[in-house]
C-alpha cells in the first residue's frame, strides 16, 4: 500500500466511523462481468477468457474475471466504495506466446487512476491497489499495449471493493444507446416471380455444376432457361441446373421463373474457367451456434430451415461443418473420442459423423453445397485431429464425399512454421504466428494445391486472422476468401472494431478473391449455448449493410432452427443482398470520415454507387448531407433505400442535400443511380 493511499483511507474510514455502517467485501466476481466488451472471446467469471483456471506467472487463482483485450468493465459505484484491490496479468494459458501484451487501467469518473505498466506472458501478477471515494463510475479496462489483441488473454485476480455499506454494485458494457425494439423494415415479397441473387457464377471445366435459381414468389413455380450451354439441364420444378461444362468459355443465359401470377426473367452469366467464387459465397456455418455441439443432425437440420424459411430463394447455399466433426485429441465426451485416422491414413469423422457423404448427398439433393473446416497443424483450433502431412488425402477425401467448401484455420501449425516438433504431444493449439512470410504462405499453398487438383470446385478459405497481410498473397494459393480478423463475437464493440477496419485489405477484393471480416452474429447465436444476439436492432442493420458493402462472405452463424421474423428480414432483403453479390466484386471502402459518422462507398457494376451512412455514435444523428464532392459525386441522381426498397428522393449535387436521421449505432443505406 503507498503512503498516499493508506492516508487517504484512513481519513475516510474515521470519517465514517460514527455513522455505524457495517463495512462490506463486494468481490468482483459478484457483479455481472459477463456484460463487459472484449475484444476477443467471452469474459467469464471465476476462470480465463477460455474458461480455464485463473492462473497467472505460474499461480493459480481461484476468484476473479478473466477477459481479453480490448475490454471495457464499467461498475456504477455511485460513490458507495471505499477501494479497490486486485491482481493483475496475462493468463498462462496463451503458453508463453510472445505476442500477449496487455496494459491494466482502472479508471474513476474518467480520470485514469491506477495502471499497471505493459505485462506479458509469464509476467507475477502485478498487484493494484485504489482508493475509490467519491467515485461515482468506475471503468475497468485492459488496453492491447498497442501491438494488437493477439493473444491479449487479461486476468483480473483476488479483485474486490471494500465499501462502507453497499453490498453490490452494477457493471455493464460500454455506453449503450437507448433501447429499441426489433423493427422491420425489409418489405414482403410479392407474390409474383421474381429472380435474385447474382448475376454471374464460375465453374471450373470439368467439375460438377450445381445451381440453383434463387426466386422468391408463390409456388408452384416453373423454371426454364434459354442458351443453356450444351452439358447442362434444369430441373424445371425446382430450379436446379446440373451437368458438366467440359470447355472454358463464357455463356448468357436467360433465366425465367413462371407461376400463375406471371413471368420473371434475369440474364445470367455462366463463366467457365479458373475462377470460382466470383460473388462472396453465402450459406451458414455451424460455429457461432454450435461450436464443439455440432453434430450431423443439426447440419441437416440448418440445411432444411435454410429451404423452408425461404432463404435459399435469395441465394443462400452453403452449409458449412466448421470443427469438431473430427475425433478430439482428449476430450473426456466419448462421441468426440476414437481413431483419428485409418490405416491408411484417410481421416476418420467422429462418431456424431456416421456417413459424410451421405451429408453431402443430402445438402446437394436440397440444391445447396456443402463446407468443412480444418487446420493445417496436427489439431484443430478446438483441439481435433487436422490435417498436418495429410494435405492430399484430406482434399481428396473431401472432394469424394462430395464437399464443395474448404475453411483452413492455422491453429497448432505456429509451432512446426518455427521449426518445433510436429510430432510433439502437446502441440499448443493457439500456437505462435508465422515467424516469417514463408512460413505464413507455405501451409496454404500446400493445401490450395491440392484442392485445386480435385475434380470439383472446392472454394478454398483461409481462416488466418489476417497474418503476414494475406490480402496481399491469399488469390496466389488459390484462395477464395481469407479472414481479415481474429474471431467476431456479438457485441457493438466487437462487430464494429472489424467492420470499420477493413480499408487496408478493400483494394485486393476482387470476383473469385474475398476478404473476410468473419461470420454473421445475427439471430441466436452462442458457441454450444445460444441466446439472441446481443447487438441491438440498429446495430444489425449495421453489421448486415456494412457486411454487404464490403462484398463479405456471408455466413449466417445462428441456429437456424430458430430463426424470428426480425433475423429472417435482416437475411432476406434482396437489394441489401444485391451489393454483396455485385459482380464488379469491388469492396467499399470509408470515404468520409466526420465525427461519429462514416460514408462507406461502393460501385456497382450497374454504374451506380451504394452508399453507407454510419453512425458510431450512441445518440441518434439527424443531418443534411451535402459533401458529394468526398464521394466524387457529380450530377444528378436518383437515391433509393435499399432497406425499405422505396425511392427516398432525386438529388442535384450542385444545389441538393440529402437529409439523413441515423439512428444511435444505426445505418442509412442508399443506393444512388445517375438519372441519365
Ligand atoms: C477459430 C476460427 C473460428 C472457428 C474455430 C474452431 O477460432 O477463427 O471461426 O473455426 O477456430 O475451433
Given at each position: 500500500m503507498?503512503?498516499?493511499?493508506?492516508?487517504?483511507?484512513?481519513?475516510?474510514?474515521?470519517?465514517?466511523?460514527?455513522?455505524?455502517?457495517?463495512a462490506?467485501?463486494?468481490?468482483l466476481?459478484?457483479?455481472?462481468v459477463?456484460?463487459?466488451?472484449?475484444?476477443?472471446?467471452?469474459?467469464?467469471?471465476?476462470?480465463?477468457?477460455?474458461?480455464?483456471?485463473?492462473?497467472?506467472?505460474g499461480k493459480?487463482?481461484?476468484?476473479?474475471f478473466?477477459?481479453?483485450?480490448?475490454?471495457i468493465?464499467?461498475?456504477?459505484?455511485?460513490?458507495?466504495?471505499?477501494?479497490?484491490?486486485?491482481?493483475?496479468?496475462?493468463?498462462?494459458?496463451?503458453?508463453?506466446?510472445?505476442q500477449s501484451?496487455?496494459?491494466?487501467?482502472v479508471?474513476?469518473d474518467?480520470k485514469?487512476?491506477?495502471?499497471?505498466?505493459?505485462?506479458?506472458?509469464?509476467?507475477?501478477a502485478?498487484?493494484?491497489?485504489?482508493?475509490?471515494?467519491?467515485?461515482?463510475?468506475?471503468?475497468?479496462?485492459?488496453?492491447?499495449?498497442?501491438?494488437?489483441?493477439?493473444?491479449?488473454?487479461?486476468?483480473?485476480v483476488?479483485?474486490?471493493?471494500?465499501?462502507?455499506g453497499?453490498?453490490?454494485?452494477?457493471?455493464?458494457?460500454?455506453?449503450?444507446p437507448?433501447?429499441?425494439?426489433?423493427?422491420?423494415?425489409?418489405?414482403?415479397?410479392?407474390?409474383?416471380?421474381?429472380?435474385?441473387?447474382?448475376?454471374?457464377?464460375?465453374?471450373?471445366?470439368?467439375?460438377?455444376?450445381?445451381?440453383?435459381?434463387?426466386?422468391?414468389?408463390e409456388?408452384?413455380?416453373?423454371?426454364?432457361?434459354?442458351?443453356?450451354?450444351?452439358?447442362?439441364k434444369l430441373?424445371?420444378k425446382?430450379?436446379?441446373?446440373?451437368?458438366?461444362?467440359?470447355?472454358?468459355?463464357?455463356?448468357?443465359v436467360?433465366l425465367?421463373?413462371?407461376?400463375?401470377?406471371?413471368?420473371?426473367?434475369k440474364?445470367?452469366?455462366?463463366?467457365?474457367?479458373?475462377?470460382?467464387?466470383?460473388?462472396?459465397?453465402?450459406?451458414?456455418?455451424?460455429?457461432?451456434?454450435?461450436?464443439?455441439a455440432v453434430s450431423?443432425?443439426?447440419?441437416?437440420?440448418?440445411?432444411?430451415?435454410?429451404?423452408?424459411s425461404?432463404?435459399?430463394?435469395?441465394?443462400?447455399?452453403?452449409?458449412?461443418?466448421?470443427?469438431f466433426?473430427?475425433?478430439?485429441r482428449?476430450s473426456?465426451?466419448?462421441?468426440?473420442?476414437?481413431?483419428?485416422?485409418?490405416?491408411?491414413?484417410?481421416?476418420?469423422p467422429?462418431?456424431?459423423?456416421?456417413?459424410?457423404?451421405?451429408?453431402?448427398?443430402?445438402?446437394?439433393y436440397?440444391g445447396?453445397?456443402?463446407?468443412?473446416?480444418?487446420?493445417?497443424?496436427?489439431w484443430?483450433?478446438?483441439?481435433?485431429?487436422?490435417?498436418?502431412?495429410?494435405?492430399?488425402?484430406d482434399?481428396?477425401t473431401?472432394?469424394?464425399?462430395?464437399?464443395?467448401y474448404?475453411?483452413?484455420?492455422?491453429c497448432?501449425?505456429?509451432?512446426i512454421?518455427?521449426?518445433?516438433?510436429?510430432?510433439?504431444?502437446?502441440?499448443?493449439?493457439?500456437?505462435k504466428?508465422?515467424?516469417?512470410d514463408?512460413?505464413a504462405?507455405y501451409?496454404?499453398k500446400?493445401?490450395?494445391?491440392f484442392?485445386?487438383?480435385?475434380k470439383r470446385?472446392?472454394?478454398?478459405?483461409?481462416?488466418?486472422?489476417?497474418?503476414a497481410?494475406?490480402?496481399?498473397?491469399?488469390?496466389?494459393?488459390?484462395g477464395?476468401?481469407?479472414?481479415?480478423?481474429?474471431?467476431?463475437?456479438?457485441?457493438?464493440?466487437?462487430?464494429?472494431?472489424?467492420?470499420?477496419?477493413?480499408?487496408?485489405?478493400a483494394?485486393?477484393?476482387?470476383?473469385?478473391?474475398?476478404?473476410?471480416?468473419?461470420?454473421?452474429?445475427v439471430?441466436?447465436?452462442?458457441?454450444?449455448?445460444t441466446?439472441?444476439?446481443?447487438?441491438?436492432?440498429?446495430?444489425?442493420?449495421t453489421?448486415i449493410?456494412?457486411?454487404?458493402?464490403?462484398s463479405?462472405?456471408?455466413?449466417?452463424?445462428?441456429?437456424?432452427?430458430?430463426?424470428?421474423?426480425?433475423?429472417?428480414?435482416?437475411?432476406?432483403?434482396d437489394?441489401?443482398?444485391?451489393?454483396?453479390q455485385?459482380?464488379?466484386?469491388?469492396?467499399?471502402?470509408?470515404?468520409?470520415?466526420n465525427?461519429?459518422?462514416r460514408?462507406?462507398?461502393?460501385?456497382?457494376?450497374d454504374?451506380?454507387?451504394?452508399?453507407?451512412?454510419?453512425?458510431?455514435?450512441?445518440?441518434?444523428?439527424?443531418?443534411?448531407?451535402?459533401?458529394?464532392?468526398?464521394?466524387n459525386?457529380?450530377?444528378?441522381?436518383h437515391?433509393?433505400?435499399?432497406?425499405?426498397?422505396?425511392?427516398?428522393?432525386?438529388?442535384?449535387t450542385a444545389?441538393?442535400?440529402?437529409?439523413l436521421?441515423i439512428?444511435?449505432?444505426?445505418v442509412?443505406?442508399?443506393?444512388?443511380?445517375?438519372?441519365?
Amino acid at each position: 500500500m503507498n503512503s498516499r493511499f493508506s492516508f487517504v483511507l484512513g481519513l475516510s474510514l474515521a470519517v465514517l466511523a460514527p455513522q455505524t455502517v457495517s463495512a462490506e467485501t463486494v468481490w468482483l466476481d459478484q457483479l455481472d462481468v459477463r456484460s463487459a466488451i472484449q475484444g476477443w472471446g467471452e469474459p467469464h467469471k471465476n476462470k480465463s477468457v477460455e474458461g480455464h483456471a485463473l492462473t497467472i506467472g505460474g499461480k493459480e487463482f481461484t476468484r476473479g474475471f478473466g477477459t481479453h483485450a480490448e475490454s471495457i468493465l464499467n461498475i456504477n459505484l455511485g460513490g458507495g466504495a471505499q477501494s479497490f484491490f486486485a491482481s493483475v496479468g496475462v493468463d498462462d494459458e496463451v503458453n508463453s506466446n510472445a505476442q500477449s501484451s496487455v496494459e491494466f487501467f482502472v479508471i474513476g469518473d474518467g480520470k485514469t487512476l491506477w495502471s499497471s505498466g505493459v505485462l506479458r506472458a509469464n509476467d507475477a501478477a502485478k498487484s493494484c491497489e485504489v482508493e475509490l471515494s467519491g467515485v461515482k463510475s468506475l471503468t475497468l479496462k485492459v488496453g492491447d499495449a498497442g501491438d494488437g489483441v493477439n493473444f491479449d488473454h487479461a486476468d483480473w485476480v483476488d479483485a474486490k471493493f471494500e465499501t462502507a455499506g453497499a453490498k453490490t454494485f452494477v457493471a455493464s458494457g460500454e455506453e449503450i444507446p437507448d433501447p429499441v425494439a426489433p423493427y422491420i423494415l425489409t418489405p414482403n415479397q410479392p407474390a409474383t416471380p421474381r429472380i435474385n441473387g447474382a448475376s454471374v457464377f464460375g465453374v471450373r471445366p470439368g467439375s460438377p455444376f450445381l445451381f440453383t435459381i434463387p426466386a422468391t414468389g408463390e409456388r408452384p413455380m416453373k423454371f426454364s432457361a434459354k442458351n443453356l450451354p450444351n452439358g447442362l439441364k434444369l430441373d424445371a420444378k425446382t430450379g436446379h441446373i446440373t451437368g458438366v461444362l467440359k470447355t472454358k468459355g463464357e455463356f448468357i443465359v436467360t433465366l425465367r421463373a413462371k407461376n400463375s401470377l406471371g413471368t420473371a426473367e434475369k440474364k445470367f452469366r455462366i463463366v467457365v474457367g479458373d475462377q470460382i467464387a466470383l460473388t462472396p459465397p453465402m450459406g451458414w456455418n455451424s460455429w457461432n451456434c454450435f461450436a464443439g455441439a455440432v453434430s450431423e443432425e443439426r447440419v441437416k437440420s440448418a440445411a432444411d430451415a435454410l429451404v423452408k424459411s425461404g432463404l435459399i430463394n435469395h441465394g443462400w447455399t452453403y452449409i458449412n461443418v466448421d470443427d469438431f466433426w473430427q475425433n478430439h485429441r482428449d476430450s473426456q465426451d466419448p462421441t468426440l473420442r476414437g481413431k483419428f485416422r485409418d490405416e491408411k491414413g484417410f481421416i476418420v469423422p467422429n462418431s456424431r459423423f456416421p456417413d459424410m457423404k451421405g451429408l453431402a448427398d443430402y445438402i446437394h439433393y436440397l440444391g445447396l453445397k456443402a463446407g468443412l473446416y480444418s487446420s493445417p497443424g496436427p489439431w484443430t483450433c478446438g483441439g481435433c485431429a487436422a490435417s498436418w502431412q495429410h494435405e492430399e488425402q484430406d482434399a481428396q477425401t473431401y472432394a469424394q464425399w462430395g464437399f464443395d467448401y474448404l475453411k483452413y484455420d492455422w491453429c497448432s501449425y505456429g509451432e512446426i512454421a518455427s521449426g518445433g516438433d510436429p510430432n510433439a504431444k502437446n502441440i499448443p493449439l493457439w500456437g505462435k504466428t508465422a515467424t516469417n512470410d514463408a512460413g505464413a504462405i507455405y501451409p496454404y499453398k500446400v493445401m490450395g494445391k491440392f484442392l485445386r487438383e480435385q475434380k470439383r470446385d472446392i472454394i478454398f478459405s483461409l481462416c488466418q486472422y489476417g497474418m503476414a497481410d494475406v490480402w496481399n498473397w491469399g488469390g496466389s494459393v488459390n484462395g477464395n476468401c481469407w479472414r481479415t480478423t481474429g474471431d467476431i463475437v456479438d457485441t457493438w464493440r466487437s462487430m464494429s472494431g472489424i467492420g470499420f477496419k477493413q480499408d487496408k485489405a478493400a483494394p485486393f477484393a476482387k470476383p473469385g478473391n474475398w476478404n473476410d471480416p468473419d461470420m454473421l452474429i445475427v439471430g441466436q447465436v452462442g458457441w454450444g449455448r445460444t441466446h439472441p444476439t446481443r447487438l441491438t436492432p440498429d446495430e444489425q442493420y449495421t453489421h448486415i449493410s456494412l457486411w454487404c458493402l464490403l462484398s463479405a462472405p456471408l455466413l449466417i452463424g445462428c441456429d437456424m432452427t430458430k430463426l424470428d421474423d426480425f433475423t429472417l428480414s435482416l437475411l432476406s432483403n434482396d437489394e441489401v443482398l444485391a451489393l454483396d453479390q455485385d459482380a464488379l466484386g469491388k469492396e467499399a471502402r470509408c470515404v468520409l470520415t466526420n465525427g461519429d459518422l462514416r460514408v462507406y462507398e461502393k460501385e456497382l457494376e450497374d454504374g451506380g454507387r451504394a452508399l453507407g451512412f454510419f453512425n458510431l455514435g450512441a445518440k441518434p444523428a439527424n443531418l443534411d448531407f451535402n459533401n458529394f464532392a468526398a464521394l466524387n459525386l457529380t450530377g444528378t441522381f436518383h437515391v433509393r433505400d435499399l432497406w425499405r426498397q422505396k425511392n427516398a428522393a432525386t438529388v442535384d449535387t450542385a444545389k441538393d442535400s440529402l437529409p439523413l436521421t441515423i439512428p444511435a449505432h444505426g445505418v442509412v443505406l442508399y443506393k444512388l443511380a445517375p438519372t441519365k
